[in-house]
């Protein structure tokens, strides 16, 4: 995950990012750089590796503005050398940037076409010239950021200094975290609390869509739709802690909210988004051509992404794929074919019975592969292979950015093996990559909901049972949307295949019962249809997450629909999770429920 820093003041700032970029080298990173102004031209020093080759640059070849940024990066797009390091720079502007360009490929061509030079193999460079593009054409800094922004697709965070703009730092944010420092003649733009921790302990952080104006004496916030913003500004205790809520109530809410970065950083560790190709990070102890069958298992919401990954093993890399929840796999004296593939999905690493289900798997001669998030765990270590997830330390007890992490790595390996087998053509593969590649701005769209599913949560808190029904990946997603609500809000809940409705649980719809539907427009939504005019007719109350289509194709009386942006169906799980996790959250919020620490849970279940 990269780390932007940015200070505009009145005495030179070089060493100040560096010191505050140090704080940010947890996130991970492959290469740094800083840019400032001298003399009011645009300077930049940029170096391969840790932030100690920066600083050794930085010493031979001090930086003096009193305006800069700097940058530590996680290679996406192109390799981890000097010249791909941000800042990426014009001769107008420079930029650093979290994040992914999605539609950079379609702007590179268009910029190109206008003239413009490209220099590296980054997305973020075309944020440089669709700026400078702007400002050539007569704009002010400001005005060409403002216009730049809405073309921008995906999840990022940007910060810009301009040539011949000594006071003028710039700030966007958008599925990706960025705050702003207030100091005494001095502003400040990080990625996080903790890299302004040495400065201040005053902060504001914006909101999802925001952009900020920022001089030596203040900020100047604006909203998506490029209207001035007020946003409080916030004391914080970073210097102390490593982890903290930012301007969250619940540790729930925060990893929520930071699933379009963490899923983005997950993605760019598998694909080459460059390219368009699945890369695995590590050699397999198996060729994935010779594989008859995968045996994948888990708990709780690990085990719910291991169901939704069963459909993408078996699509795309056409591998029938056996799954079962650890406490009972461990149990069952399962037959395995010797050299067979185990697939074990823990957040944690640490759950007792996965535990179990890996070494039972290890005696029958299986190749052991772990989805995990803590990669010293138990699991990681006794693993074949280790596949991370890069969802960060989870503190929630509700498990949210590790599923959607896990469906990310889960996505990348189906993907993968499907092009080893030679079940996925290059092109299909490059087709589901670019999938792949759109869920984290999807996953920030979604957040453009939640005030709805906010007013939802007020009626869904009344309720007694709730009934969670979907198809395809959206089947296990609706057994998880019903885990979530009954852990956090102690709600009932059951998630069930919209087909089985009328094999029992239709018994139990009537007017009190709200029915949550998950389906978007892809090629079984028709058979969904006709679940939800069962419902429809004995009174239950339907509530639809679906696109628009869906919405307009289905003549269903829903009692709310919560629309989702259109999206290729093969992975539209991962971008879906968004909203069930926060209808569970608000609804709990609203019942006035311990959200992160639910009664009679533990974050990690090390006993049977
Ligand atoms: C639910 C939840 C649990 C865990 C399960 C497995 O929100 O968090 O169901 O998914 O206990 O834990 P890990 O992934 O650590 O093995």
């Known amino acids: 995950m990269c780390g932007i820093v940015g200070i505009v003041g009145a005495s030179p700032v070089a060493e100040q990012i560096v010191e505050s970029l140090r704080r940010l080298e947890y996130r991970g990173y492959d290469s740094a750089g800083v840019a400032t102004l001298e003399n009011g031209r645009l300077t930049r020093v940029r170096a391969e590796g840790k932030l100690k080759n920066l600083a050794a640059k930085l010493q031979e070849h001090p930086l003096k503005g009193a305006v800069g940024i700097g940058h530590t990066r996680w290679a996406t797009h192109g390799r981890p050398t000097e010249n791909n390091a941000h800042p990426h720079a014009t001769d107008r502007v420079a930029v650093v940037h979290n994040g992914i360009i999605e539609n950079f490929r379609e702007l590179r061509e268009e910029l190109t076409a206008r003239g413009h030079v490209f220099k590296t193999e980054t997305d973020t460079e075309v944020v440089a010239h669709l700026v400078t593009d702007e400002m050539q054409k007569g704009h002010s800094a400001r005005d060409a950021v403002a216009a730049a922004l809405p073309r921008l697709r995906g999840a990022f965070a940007l910060a810009f200094i301009f040539n011949g703009e000594p006071d003028l730092l710039i700030g966007a944010r958008q599925g990706a975290p960025l705050a702003v420092g207030w100091g005494e003649g001095e502003m400040y733009l990080g990625s996080d609390a903790l890299a302004l921790a040495p400065f201040t302990n005053t902060i504001t952080y914006l909101d999802d869509g925001d952009w900020v104006v920022l001089t030596p004496k203040g900020a100047q916030f604006f909203d998506a739709s490029g209207l001035p913003a007020r946003r409080a500004k916030v004391q914080t205790q970073a210097s102390a802690f490593l982890v903290d809520k930012g301007n969250h109530r619940h540790f729930m809410a925060k990893e929520i909210h930071e699933q379009p970065e963490v899923v983005g950083r997950t993605l760019a560790h598998y694909l080459d988004m460059s390219s368009g190709a699945v890369r695995l990070p590590f050699e397999l102890p198996f060729d994935p051509k010779t594989l008859t069958r995968i045996t994948i298992s888990a708990c709780g919401t690990a085990y719910y992404a291991g169901l939704i990954a069963k459909y993408w093993f078996e699509r795309y ?43 039972y798997a290890k005696e029958q001669g299986q190749h052991i592969l772990s989805v995990v998030n803590v990669q010293t765990s138990t699991i990681a270590r006794e693993s074949d292979v280790v596949a991370a997830t890069l969802a960060g330390p989870e503190i929630g007890v509700a498990s949210t950015k590790a599923f959607t992490c896990q469906l990310a790595v889960l996505a990348c390996l189906a993907v993968g093996f499907g092009s080893a087998r030679g079940a996925l053509d290059a092109t299909r593969e490059a087709e589901l990559v670019a999938d792949l590649i759109s869920m984290p701005g999807l996953m920030a769209e979604a957040f453009k909901r939640e005030p709805q599913i906010e007013a939802l949560a007020r009626d869904l808190a009344k309720a007694k049972d709730v009934l969670y029904l979907g198809r395809g990946t959206n089947y296990p997603l609706a057994l998880e949307g019903a885990l979530k609500l009954k852990e956090i809000s102690y709600i009932h809940a059951e998630g069930y295949a919209a087909g089985e409705l009328k094999h029992g649980p239709i018994a139990l719809i009537d007017e009190a019962m709200p029915v949550i539907v998950l389906a978007p427009f892809d090629a079984v939504f028709e058979k969904t249809v006709s679940n939800m005019q069962e419902v429809a007719a004995r009174g239950g109350k339907i509530v639809l997450i679906g696109d628009a289509r869906a919405k307009h194709e289905s003549a269903v009386p829903f009692f709310a629909t919560i629309a989702m942006p259109d999206m290729a169906p093969d992975f539209a799980a991962i971008p879906y999770a968004v909203p069930v996790q926060m209808l569970a959250y608000h609804t709990a919020v609203v019942m006035g429920k311990d959200v992160d620490q639910p009664r009679n849970l533990a974050k990690s279940v090390t006993v049977e």
């Open 317 to 359: 890399a056409r591998l029938p794929v056996e799954i079962d929840v650890a406490s009972e796999f461990r149990y069952r004296d399962a037959p395995m074919v010797d050299g067979g593939l185990m697939i074990v999905v823990s957040q944690s690493g640490e759950t007792a019975d996965t535990l179990a289900a890996l070494r």
